[in-house]
């Protein structure tokens, strides 16, 4: 095994001109990919811009970030490309058990990748950064754009920290972290996997995360959704589809109709695409009780679902319930929570559904990013914050996330009411966001 990188050490000297935080296109979420697959056979012309949204309100971005090393940080992104080696783990690598996953036309695509120009200005201590053009390109941004934001907001706050009180910060950080691994040993039927890259502290960070939990709980951890980090460290790459897919679809849509059909279209298409595998659904993106109501009988025999932005367990039982409806055993099926988990709630949720349901968590910026009561100081910048990339508009039509929580819808306000009037709001429940 590779030598520890130091990162107290390696935080404090980093005095090069420009630290790069992503320095490559795998460093990205599996899903990303998988995603990007089809969009490039089935979408190749359509326009989609995504944006840059801090849920956060009370967190003035521009003041605590440099829009100079902003600026640094997106424009050497613009410089990468997929390295020769990359390329062949894409092309020769089991994802899920299946070889080939990507096709070799798509990966010859792939080979000459670039990240477009983006937007970037201020604006009452925010950014306004957004990413126009082609879906194919734009995709692909929304990784890299939060990982820089969410670390540069952890540089600035230890930017004035001296080596001793680095020391300090990361060997707490290790401590919290090693905690609530060893809690998860008590568990070893858990199935965690690290879904942290988006909101993450840092690369390295991260990294030392998804080390820790492979020697922590070793069979228990199932994977990384980061793809960099699963080549790098012999793991399992996790990740099948997300929200953008039915927002752009519907967003496209001709009609009313068209646009209550759109998440089944997505289905529909994607299962052709990857031939009855990867069978996860994700049903919120505009309420999951609206999904469920209208959903065909194919989708019960999917092999799970990823109740996103409903309670663990509330949602839960809502999925199962519907199908012991279709008279599918739920017992034979796959749950998969993803949504401001930490162990707490993890535990509670295994602990809820055990014998009932297959089970997977994935543990996001709770893993990568919990410096809570860390520093020796008090350090706002060091608390992470509930910041996405989403879809703003497609082909010049606005693009809508209703979700389970309504603090987490996004879209102008507008398209937001006519999406409540055709998809309702039953079994909607504010959430405070903490991440």
Same mark, same amino acid.
């Given at each position: 095994?590779?030598?520890?990188?130091?990162?107290?050490?390696?935080?404090?000297?980093?005095?090069?001109?420009?630290?790069?935080?992503?320095?490559?296109?795998?460093?990205?979420?599996?899903?990303?990919?998988?995603?990007?697959?089809?969009?490039?056979?089935?979408?190749?012309?359509?326009?989609?811009?995504?944006?840059?949204?801090?849920?956060?309100?009370?967190?003035?971005?521009?003041?605590?970030?440099?829009?100079?090393?902003?600026?640094?940080?997106?424009?050497?992104?613009?410089?990468?490309?997929?390295?020769?080696?990359?390329?062949?783990?894409?092309?020769?690598?089991?994802?899920?058990?299946?070889?080939?996953?990507?096709? *070799? $036309?798509?990966?010859?695509?792939?080979?000459?990748?670039?990240?477009?120009?983006?937007?970037?200005?201020?604006?009452?201590?925010?950014?306004?950064?957004?990413?126009?053009?082609?879906?194919?390109?734009?995709?692909?941004?929304?990784?890299?754009?939060?990982?820089?934001?969410?670390?540069?907001?952890?540089?600035?706050?230890?930017?004035?920290?001296?080596?001793?009180?680095? $020391?300090?910060?990361?060997?707490?950080?290790?401590?919290?972290?090693?905690?609530?691994?060893?809690?998860?040993? $008590?568990?070893?039927?858990?199935?965690?996997?690290?879904?942290?890259?988006?909101?993450?502290?840092?690369?390295?960070?991260?990294?030392?995360?998804?080390?820790?939990?492979?020697?922590?709980?070793?069979?228990?951890?199932?994977?990384?959704?980061?793809?960099?980090?699963?080549?790098?460290?012999?793991?399992?790459?996790?990740?099948?589809?997300?929200?953008?897919?039915?927002?752009?679809?519907?967003?496209?849509?001709?009609?009313?109709?068209?646009?209550?059909?759109?998440?089944?279209?997505?289905?529909?298409?994607?299962?052709?695409?990857?031939?009855?595998?990867?069978?996860?659904?994700?049903?919120?993106?505009?309420?999951?009780?609206?999904?469920?109501?209208?959903?065909?009988?194919?989708?019960? $025999?999917?092999?799970?679902?990823?109740?996103?932005?409903?309670?663990?367990?509330?949602?839960?039982?809502?999925?199962?319930?519907?199908?012991?409806?279709?008279?599918?055993?739920?017992?034979?099926?796959?749950?998969?929570?993803?949504?401001?988990?930490?162990?707490?709630?993890?535990?509670?949720?295994?602990?809820?559904?055990?014998?009932?349901?297959?089970?997977?968590?994935?543990?996001?910026?709770?893993?990568?990013?919990?410096?809570?009561?860390?520093?020796?100081?008090?350090?706002?910048?060091?608390?992470?914050? *509930?910041?996405?990339?989403?879809?703003?508009?497609?082909?010049?039509?606005?693009?809508?996330?209703?979700?389970?929580?309504?603090?987490?819808?996004?879209?102008?306000?507008?398209?937001?009411?006519?999406?409540? *009037?055709?998809?309702?709001?039953?079994?909607?429940?504010?959430?405070?966001?903490?991440?």
């Amino acid at each position: 095994m590779a030598a520890r990188t130091d990162i107290a050490r390696r935080v404090y000297n980093h005095t090069w001109k420009l630290d790069p935080i992503v320095r490559s296109l795998l460093d990205t979420d599996f899903y990303k990919l998988l995603m990007l697959q089809m969009i490039w056979k089935l979408y190749p012309t359509v326009d989609a811009t995504f944006s840059l949204i801090n849920r956060t309100k009370t967190v003035r971005l521009a003041d605590e970030i440099d829009e100079h090393e902003l600026r640094e940080q997106l424009d050497h992104c613009r410089e990468l490309r997929f390295a020769k080696k990359e390329m062949i783990w894409l092309a020769g690598n089991t994802f899920y058990g299946r070889q080939k996953i990507f096709s *070799s $036309d798509f990966l010859h695509w792939l080979e000459n990748f670039q990240l477009p120009e983006y937007e970037l200005t201020k604006r009452d201590g925010q950014f306004e950064l957004t990413f126009p053009g082609r879906w194919t390109d734009t995709t692909m941004w929304e990784i890299p754009a939060l990982a820089i934001i969410n670390e540069l907001r952890s540089r600035s706050a230890m930017k004035g920290m001296g080596r001793f009180t680095l $020391d300090v910060l990361y060997a707490r950080a290790k401590a919290k972290m090693w905690s609530k691994v060893e809690r998860l040993k $008590d568990y070893p039927e858990l199935r965690i996997s690290d879904f942290g890259t988006r909101r993450r502290h840092s690369f390295l960070w991260q990294r030392w995360c998804v080390e820790a939990l492979k020697e922590g709980i070793g069979p228990a951890f199932s994977g990384t959704s980061n793809v960099l980090l699963a080549m790098d460290t012999d793991l399992e790459a996790l990740g099948t589809n997300a929200h953008e897919l039915p927002m752009v679809v519907a967003a496209l849509a001709n009609n009313d109709a068209e646009v209550k059909q759109a998440p089944y279209k997505v289905l529909q298409d994607w299962n052709r695409l990857y031939e009855g595998n990867l069978l996860i659904v994700l049903p919120d993106a505009f309420g999951t009780a609206a999904f469920l109501k209208n959903a065909p009988d194919w989708v019960a $025999d999917w092999t799970g679902f990823r109740p996103d932005s409903a309670p663990p367990i509330e949602g839960g039982e809502k999925i199962i319930d519907w199908w012991k409806s279709k008279g599918r055993d739920p017992r034979d099926k796959l749950l998969i929570f993803s949504d401001g988990l930490d162990v707490d709630t993890i535990i509670e949720a295994y602990r809820h559904f055990e014998g009932k349901v297959r089970m997977s968590f994935g543990w996001g910026t709770n893993l990568t990013n919990d410096f809570a009561d860390c520093a020796p100081m008090h350090v706002q910048g060091l608390k992470p914050i *509930s910041i996405v990339c989403k879809v703003l508009e497609a082909n010049g039509r606005a693009a809508v996330k209703l979700s389970d929580n309504p603090l987490k819808a996004t879209g102008d306000a507008d398209e937001v009411k006519r999406y409540l *009037s055709l998809f309702g709001s039953e079994d909607f429940h504010e959430l405070r966001l903490k991440v």
